[in-house]
């Protein structure tokens, strides 16, 4: 009977060792005695320690000392070399863009001028205060493009940052051209006008975009022009919007801003063709007016 509790004792003084938290466990003193006089088995648990490898302990020493590596050193080196581009590249974009706020200051100037001529201003007086203003702006090409030469074949990347002051640009000398001649300023004359080169040169997609602005113009053009008693003004536009909207449909444009400009085209020849055809049923116009009808028909 005796034995019997002294081996439920041990049993369950061996259990609360091994659950136990403690690292080194004390043996119950009644236990101490019991385990030396009883002749009973006694029970041994084994504690196994489980160490880390040496590997890890060695990268976790590299890691915290800051221990370089080749690659390590390529790779700072590469970013090193991002930081310098990027910075540069930054200010060189910052000079790209004081110039274009030159240029569209300019162009401001030139379009406040430009609309003295819906006010039935003198119109020789007009253009010799608009073309007072193109050397200033072919100064600030010029000052543009050896800005951009600085990095060779590089012309896109800022292109960006110029386009829409040069939009704008197209599209005042193109009307200034087309009030002083009745025509059309081609890409080839655009580009001699701002003297421009193979190296910086005039993108197609703004001379078409500048054109397209243009024909925003010419309604409230015709519009004022016909208040004044200009009765022929919509006979010569309508046949000048007729052939460019004509041209611009044999290109294949893709649905972008282009392509939205050119589809308001439409709205400002539909403009036109009321006025004109409200002046031609009201019997107004000069004794020109059926030789106008025949070529507007044939276009």
Request: hydrophobic share 35%; charged share 25%.
């Amino acid at each position: 009977m005796m034995k019997s509790a002294y081996r439920t004792a041990l049993i369950l003084a061996t259990a609360l060792s091994h659950r136990s938290l403690n690292p080194n466990p004390v043996t119950p003193f009644f236990l101490r005695n019991a385990s030396a006089t009883a002749s009973l088995p006694l029970i041994y648990c084994t504690t196994t320690v489980t160490r880390r490898p040496p590997t890890c302990n060695h990268f976790c020493t590299s890691m915290a000392t800051g221990d370089s590596s080749p690659t390590s050193a390529a790779v700072e080196k590469q970013f090193d070399k991002f930081r310098y581009s990027l910075e540069e590249s930054g200010n060189l974009r910052d000079r790209i863009k004081a110039v274009s706020t030159e240029i569209d200051s300019t162009t401001r100037i030139m379009h406040s001028i430009l609309l003295l001529v819906h006010q039935s201003r003198p119109i020789p007086a007009v253009l010799e205060k608009v073309n007072s203003q193109v050397d200033k702006l072919k100064q600030l090409f010029s000052k543009l493009a050896e800005i951009v030469g600085e990095q060779p074949g590089q012309y896109y990347r800022y292109h960006g940052d110029w386009r829409s002051e040069t939009q704008q640009v197209v599209s005042l000398l193109a009307f200034t051209h087309w009030l002083e001649t009745g025509s059309l300023l081609i890409h080839t004359e655009m580009e001699q006008k701002l003297e421009l080169n193979s190296e910086f040169c005039l993108d197609v997609e703004d001379y078409l975009t500048g054109i397209c602005f243009m024909s925003n113009e010419l309604p409230r053009y015709v519009v004022n022009q016909v208040t004044a008693g200009d009765y022929d003004c919509p006979r010569k536009v309508l046949k000048f919007l007729t052939d460019l909207h004509a041209s611009f449909r044999m290109l294949n444009l893709r649905n972008d801003f282009l392509r939205k400009k050119f589809d308001g085209m439409k709205y400002d020849l539909r403009k036109v063709e009321e006025v004109y055809y409200d002046v031609k049923i009201r019997g107004l116009g000069s004794k020109g007016v059926a030789e106008g009808d025949q070529s507007i028909q044939e276009s």
